[in-house]
């Protein structure tokens, strides 16, 4: 017997990973979803994000584990090197990757790819535009864009991302529920000029870390990681953030002057700080927030991908479960969620304070701890400490079966 449904159309802002991964479960479940995207197509590029524990079974469950396996990293290794390029410890893929049996490792840009083509037969997706209003009613919400014209859906949903335009919109400012953790990222694809193979390097300086690693032959990815600066340039002045970074890291050594002249020529720069979102509440009335705009454990973390997927699984299983009561839906998606990410906040809370060595002499400790966990018989003995709040974090929840 077919389930009866109510709130059947839901407009989901953002096209990233969450955004389609909740347009899958809910078309799934008899809903009618519609994606809103800002950027004018899907969003290629970007850095590595790891799959773990039950985010995985999510995948798996949606049936695209073997296009995830098609585009996995398979990073090989890599090493931490000094500033002539010697490597200081090489590490195995077990090490450089810190991840357990089934978990796995895919670029950004492939993953929203993956979630994309998966649903873009029985989806709607408006690209190049963005809700501009919004006015909830008793029986739907009444929605304004940028380009198309106005339309009453039955709920919203903020997948939109660190700083959500849906959720400030809806719940307030940014400044109420970003917590920055005091570092800076950017990541950019450069010519692949060492000619890495599925090969990362990591050159450590005190306060800041440059990382290369390519994952094709073709191309690299650049990361630079350093301590927010008292002053930032604007989100979108690309140039200006560019120049900060050059600036942080004029004379740093090894291959940073190469990197830095690649830098303007990319055509994904990204440039952002390593934060935290915590909300009480994550639904406000017909409206409601999954992944990065909910609950962003930080890319510190390397949890925050698999906090969007499992986010969009639960969500859509609840509205499911409660026949599209949002009331209901909106209240266990929150209950059944919030162990989890609290566990994995923390993890990125800790992240942030062991990511950068503050000194020389931590480096030397790091990089002599790493030489030698590599060489030990007993590795996998001397790693569990360090895998098993990942692993915890990891899995964390128990999914239902909807």
């Known amino acids: 017997m077919t389930q009866h449904l109510v709130n059947k159309t839901v407009l989901i802002s953002g096209a990233s990973v969450a955004g389609p991964a909740l347009a899958y479960w809910l078309?799934?479940?008899g809903f009618a979803p519609t994606v809103v995207e800002l950027a004018p197509a899907l969003r290629e590029g970007g850095y590595k994000v790891d799959l773990r524990g039950v985010a995985m079974d999510v995948v798996d469950r949606m049936g695209l584990t073997p296009a995830v396996k098609r585009y996995s990293t398979q990073m090989r290794g890599g090493a931490w090197v000094n500033a002539a390029g010697k490597p200081l410890a090489t590490l195995g893929p077990d090490l450089i990757g810190l991840r357990a049996p089934g978990d796995d490792e895919v670029l950004r840009g492939d993953l929203a790819r993956i979630m994309y083509d998966a649903t873009k037969q029985g989806v709607e997706y408006l690209f190049g535009d963005r809700v501009t209003g919004l006015d909830q009613g008793h029986d739907g919400v009444m929605v304004t864009f940028e380009r198309s014209a106005p339309r009453v859906f039955d709920l919203v949903i903020g997948a939109d991302g660190l700083h959500s335009s849906l959720r400030a919109q809806v719940f307030g400012e940014e400044a109420e529920f970003v917590r920055q953790l005091g570092m800076h990222a950017c990541v950019f694809t450069v010519p692949n000029h060492l000619g890495l193979d599925r090969w990362e390097l990591i050159y450590p300086t005190p306060g800041k870390v440059v990382n290369l690693y390519s994952t094709r032959q073709s191309a690299a990815k650049a990361q630079f990681i350093f301590p927010t600066p008292a002053v930032l340039p604007g989100r979108r002045d690309v140039a200006a953030q560019?120049?900060?970074?050059?600036?942080?890291?004029?004379?740093?050594?090894?291959?940073?002057?190469?990197?830095?002249?690649?830098?303007?020529?990319?055509?994904?720069?990204?440039?952002?700080?390593?934060?935290?979102?915590?909300l009480e509440r994550w639904s406000s009335g017909r409206v409601a927030l999954v992944g990065d705009a909910a609950h962003s454990p930080s890319p510190l973390s390397g949890q925050g991908t698999s906090l969007a997927l499992v986010g969009a699984y639960v969500l859509a299983?609840?509205?499911?479960?409660?026949?599209g009561?949002?009331?209901?839906?909106?209240?266990?998606?929150?209950?059944?969620?919030?162990?989890?990410?609290?566990?994995?906040?923390?993890l990125g809370e800790s992240n942030a304070k062991q990511m950068v060595a503050g000194s020389a002499r931590q480096i030397r400790t790091q990089t002599t701890m790493m030489r030698m966990v590599s060489h030990l018989p007993w590795k996998d003995l001397a790693l569990r400490p360090i895998l098993k709040p990942l692993n915890a974090a990891a899995n964390a929840i128990t999914l239902k079966d909807y």
């Open 27 to 29: 078309r799934r479940h």
């Open 242 to 278: 560019q120049r900060l970074v050059a600036e942080t890291f004029a004379g740093a050594g090894w291959e940073s002057a190469t990197l830095l002249a690649a830098m303007p020529h990319s055509p994904d720069f990204y440039f952002d700080s390593a934060s935290q979102v915590r």
């Open 317 to 323: 299983g609840e509205l499911k479960a409660a026949g």
């Open 325 to 346: 009561d949002h009331r209901v839906a909106f209240a266990r998606y929150q209950e059944e969620m919030r162990g989890y990410v609290e566990v994995n906040l923390s």
